[in-house]
């Protein structure tokens, strides 16, 4: 799901809250694998991850009910902006002290389990302390890497469409499921045309979603060990988005890199903007206008090339604690009451006890949950895309050469022997 700081991970830590945290909730002291233990038996747990002051929060709150339950065990926390996060963990695993538990995307999975750093979780499920029953969806694997269980999912997503109900309406464009990539781009067209404003924001930097395009036509952006696609694969996407931002149906790039933090699509300045479905919940906060998730375009009018993604939590290999990081783990996941206080913050609750448990009533969560209930109940979700190590730097570098490629400072098949290239060096190490 997501792995830079830029365009469409800034929208991953916009799902997070309405700003980004700069520094921590409160910053951590000693080491992952320095026992933590106290004389009358308590243990004490690093527990980190990344995100805004609203998801701090609401995980101090669950912290605290977990502490209640569990008296023995401590759990001493540290946050970041997502950036910010990945930069001190890289530093940490690489001096052997990362935090006991952190909060994981699907990136990193293979990455950091290259290097020995993630607890693989099936010894404790065998053992008893980590429940794996009750996920949605099958989510839970999500998770699951070469036989290892190195995550458990908190939340899941779907990539989505979210489109400017008003302005769809006064174009006379309808967005229904099955419909194709050339219905799409002309319902853009109609709305540039009738409403003098741009159909979309940019997708075509959005590496998740070219991951869509590419698994409705068979292939895939990874595969176990590589890229799953070949120069002219790009060239073509690549191409036909910076046709569609001269012609004034995709969003100046330099107008989106003007507005941030806030989003084309909530300025104004697009009518439709392709995120992960639980993030919609920033328009109804930046934008004046309605705002409502689509389908995701086609290219036989039919699969959608859709799965389902997760922030999840994962154990240090080698930290002294591994029942108690279990224990924390499965309370995260399971407890009815956490699942109250952090709603869809992280996601559509993974579990069906914390689904249940909570209950939105306000607009944008309760499309959200129906969007992806719909999806699973038409038959589109599919198994999600291996990502190999330095899938995460090859995210960042999709998306600034797309953004390069797209501003005009590089030619499309330039743009595209850079990103190879880059790609290559990234997944070789």
Not at 186 to 199: F, M, P, R, S
Request: proline share 3%; charged share 25%.
């Amino acid at each position: 799901m997501g792995i830079n700081g830029s365009v469409e991970r800034r929208t991953v830590l916009k799902a997070a809250g309405a700003s980004l945290a700069t520094a921590g909730l409160a910053a951590t002291t000693g080491c992952g694998g320095d026992g933590g233990g106290s004389g009358d038996g308590t243990v004490e747990i690093r527990f980190a991850w990344w995100g805004a002051e609203e998801r701090a929060k609401r995980i101090n709150q669950s912290i605290k009910l977990f502490e209640k339950k569990y008296p023995k065990i401590k759990v001493k926390t540290d946050f970041q902006d997502y950036v910010a996060f990945w930069e001190k963990f890289q530093t940490q695993a690489a001096g052997g002290n990362p935090p006991d538990v952190f909060q994981n995307a699907v990136a990193f999975l293979r990455k950091y389990d290259k290097r020995s750093v993630l607890l693989d979780l099936k010894s404790q499920v065998d053992a008893g302390n980590l429940d794996l029953k009750n996920f949605r969806a099958g989510v839970e694997k999500v998770g699951e890497v070469d036989g290892k269980l190195l995550g458990v999912p908190v939340g899941s997503n779907t990539m989505s469409l979210v489109i400017d109900e008003k302005v769809f309406k006064a174009a006379g464009v309808k967005a229904e499921q099955g419909w194709t990539w050339d219905e799409y781009f002309a319902a853009l067209k109609k709305i540039h045309d009738t409403q003098k404003v741009a159909g979309d924001s940019g997708y075509f930097g959005i590496m998740y979603l070219y991951d869509l395009y590419l698994r409705q036509n068979g292939k895939a952006f990874f595969t176990e060990d590589g890229l799953g696609f070949a120069e002219t694969d790009l060239t073509e996407w690549w191409q036909d988005g910076y046709n569609r931002v001269k012609a004034g149906i995709v969003t100046d790039p330099k107008k989106v890199e003007q507005l941030k933090p806030k989003s084309a699509l909530a300025s104004g300045d697009a009518a439709s903007e392709f995120t992960w479905d639980n993030f919609t919940v920033r328009y109804a906060t930046e934008g004046d206008s309605e705002y409502g998730l689509a389908p995701i375009p086609t290219t036989d009018g039919k699969e959608t090339g859709q799965y389902l993604g997760s922030l999840m939590l994962s154990g240090f290999a080698r930290t002294k604690h591994p029942k108690e990081v279990a224990q924390f783990i499965s309370f995260m996941v399971h407890d009815p009451e956490v699942g109250k206080i952090m709603g869809y913050d992280r996601g559509i609750l993974a579990t069906t006890e914390q689904f249940e448990a909570y209950k939105p009533t306000d607009a944008p969560n309760l499309a959200i949950a129906k969007y992806e209930e719909d999806v699973a109940e038409a038959g589109l979700l599919g198994t999600i895309t291996p990502h190999p190590a330095g899938a995460d730097t090859v995210e960042a570098a999709f998306l600034r050469v797309a953004a390069d490629m797209s501003t005009g400072k590089t030619k499309v098949a330039d743009a595209v022997k850079q990103f190879f290239s880059e790609a290559k060096t990234a997944l070789a190490t």
